[in-house]
């Protein structure tokens, strides 16, 4: 069995506020969360803003303290041992804490030495950090020079300075332009492959899905759903068969006969393509749990039966429809800024 | 142990290189007391009678001006703090091992260093002017400003870490200090004030540092009113760093 580098047990946090008329409030931010990492994944937390992610992730890197539950992390207790747990864990948060006044390799320096290393091993992991980030160039200019997508890989440099074994990213690409968001995406998994096991905190579905060996989806301070990107979409809908037949209706009735059959075939519809301006073009939506494996016979059973096949397609459904299906809301819906 | 006295020294470098990258708020700070001694002092002559030499109205405003510098210079550090807060720089710091209390300890001497600087610039140019001062008095001086800085430098962080905010803090700041600096004698001397406003100035701990800065000064290095500055510093401080030592501990989690 893998080691288990974060295991939480019914994490809880409540904060004591105080409203406007100056009466003790208690704001329960999240609630019941037990979850586990293995070592060596990329661990992804799936949520909208104010699901909760931030606070469960700011109770796991000691910066919050929770007032419910356990978590070992790392293979230290978390309430118990938190020095312990800082000493083995990278996190970049959402603002960074970049230096602005310093140079990068200052800030590089600076952070290797707060990790124990002494001046010449900090020089030298700091140089190896600055190769591996591909930030050679700009290493020498004050942080404040730096663009949004500098910015970000010096935050990640300053995570993964000391090595850890386990690296927090709080919504790693928020802001990003799409080449500095696919740039940070191969250096995780670039990181994943050096060792490292990655925690990361997104809104975003695709990233998500890209990155995620396994998932949680958490939603109102809880968490809804637990799985593989591939396993939470599977248990939703599978996968639709699209088939573009150019015949008339009876022709249809005919598809749906020869189809209904079929044991993997869940449901059956006829849709009618707005796009499609020419002649009788209807789309077939064949409901199966997996498209690609019964593609195939789908085919060669139309095929048998004298139909027509324009064109013939998979549609696989999306995390927006595991969100869909487990809050009755969409991701995107929700999320007004994704 | 050791590893705080590290941890100390790795954040009183990356704090001092900010404020050698910046000498500009260096000089700024110094500017203030050596206008008014330049363009102020001499006025001074006029307000004692019988007419005394220039040194010993040097002698009376020099002192009241490292008072006020002390107060002054040091009081808006706190606004370092600000910016390391909300650029997500304490958080970065908390999450690694990192001592605690390194960070206030890095920029207190940070402040402590420029405040020395600037005081010894202050008393050269006092010295040029035709100030005399002995050395006894020097060292026991330089003591007690290294107190008062403390107790200022550690207060305004710890006030600054509080409110999380620039201009709530520079308002809260501007408040304590004015009636501190105008109760306290720098400007002119408090023989001048009467009833209330002299009971005002006597709980005013830094009208007793005045009074301590100018009687050493002078020369007078056994005056009670010395050791008592000393002691009522001493108990300030502790206060002042004890609390802001919390008040870091509790924000770096």
Redesign the interface.
């Known amino acids: 069995m893998q080691e288990q580098i974060i295991e939480t047990q019914q994490l809880q946090k409540t904060f004591k506020v105080r409203n406007r008329r100056g009466q003790v409030q208690y704001l329960e931010a999240v609630n019941d969360i037990s979850l586990h990492v293995e070592a060596g994944e990329i661990f992804g937390f799936l949520g909208p803003n104010g699901a909760g992610k931030s606070t469960t992730l700011r109770m796991l890197?000691?910066?919050?303290?929770p007032t419910g539950g356990q978590a070992r992390i790392a293979g230290y207790d978390l309430l118990r041992e938190?020095?312990r747990v800082?000493?083995h864990?990278?996190?970049v948060?959402?603002?960074?804490?970049?230096?602005?006044?310093?140079t990068g390799r200052?800030n590089l320096l600076?952070?290797a030495?707060?990790?124990?290393m002494s001046y010449r091993e900090a020089l030298k992991r700091t140089n190896e950090v600055l190769s591996l980030l591909e930030m050679e160039k700009i290493a020498d200019l004050f942080a404040r020079m730096y663009s949004g997508g500098q910015r970000r890989r010096l935050d990640l440099g300053?995570g993964i300075v000391h090595r850890p074994l386990l690296l927090f990213l709080d919504e790693p690409t928020t802001g990003l332009d799409p080449q500095s968001r696919s740039q940070l995406w191969e250096e995780v998994r670039r990181l994943r492959a050096l060792g490292t096991t990655i925690f990361l905190t997104t809104h975003y579905l695709e990233e998500a899905d890209f990155l995620a060996d396994r998932l949680a989806i958490i939603d109102g301070g809880r968490i809804v759903a637990e799985g593989t990107p591939d396993g939470l979409k599977q248990q939703i809908s599978g996968d639709i068969i699209t088939v573009n037949l150019n015949i008339s209706a009876g022709d249809f009735q005919r598809a749906q006969e020869v189809l209904h059959g079929l044991a993997f075939v869940r449901a059956l519809h006829l849709v009618q393509r707005p796009e499609m301006s020419q002649g009788d073009e209807k789309q077939l939506h064949i409901h199966v749990d997996h498209g690609e494996k019964r593609l195939p016979a789908v085919l060669r059973l139309l095929d048998q039966a004298d139909l027509g096949v324009l064109t013939i397609g998979v549609v696989h459904p999306t995390l927006d429809d595991v969100f869909l299906r487990q809050i009755g809301r969409s991701l995107r819906e929700a999320s007004p800024l994704c | 142990m050791r590893k705080l006295v590290r941890?100390t020294r790795?954040l009183f470098q990356?704090s001092l290189?900010?404020t050698l990258?910046?000498l500009v708020w260096v000089l700024l700070g110094l500017f203030q007391p050596v206008l008014y001694l330049l363009l102020f002092a001499p006025l001074l002559n006029g307000l004692h009678a019988p007419a005394v030499t220039q040194s010993d109205a040097l002698e009376s405003f020099v002192p009241g001006l490292l008072v006020m510098m002390a107060l002054f210079s040091t009081a808006f550090a706190g606004f370092n703090i600000i910016e390391d807060l909300q650029?997500?720089?304490?958080?970065?710091?908390?999450?690694?091992?990192?001592s605690r209390l390194a960070l206030l300890f890095g920029m207190i001497l940070r402040d402590l260093l420029i405040f020395l600087i600037q005081g010894a610039l202050l008393l050269l140019v006092g010295t040029l002017m035709g100030m005399y001062i002995s050395l006894p008095g020097i060292f026991l001086l330089s003591g007690l400003m290294i107190l008062i800085g403390t107790l200022v430098t550690s207060f305004s962080y710890g006030i600054a870490l509080y409110l999380k905010d620039g201009t709530i803090l520079s308002i809260a700041l501007t408040t304590i200090t004015q009636p501190l600096l105008l109760l306290s004698g720098v400007l002119l001397p408090l023989t001048l004030a009467h009833g209330t406003l002299r009971t005002l100035a006597l709980l005013n701990p830094f009208a007793h540092a005045v009074d301590a800065a100018r009687t050493l000064t002078s020369g007078q290095i056994s005056d009670p009113s010395i050791w008592q500055s000393f002691v009522i510093f001493a108990l300030l401080t502790l206060c002042s760093t004890t609390w802001t030592m919390h008040i870091f501990r509790r924000a770096m989690?």
């Open positions: 890197t000691t910066l919050l303290p938190p020095d800082r000493e864990i990278g996190y948060s959402q603002a960074g804490g970049v230096d602005k006044h310093a200052e600076l952070q030495q707060l990790y124990g300053l | 941890d790795l990356r290189m900010y990258r910046n650029g997500g720089v304490v958080e970065r710091l908390s999450v690694t091992p990192v989690a």
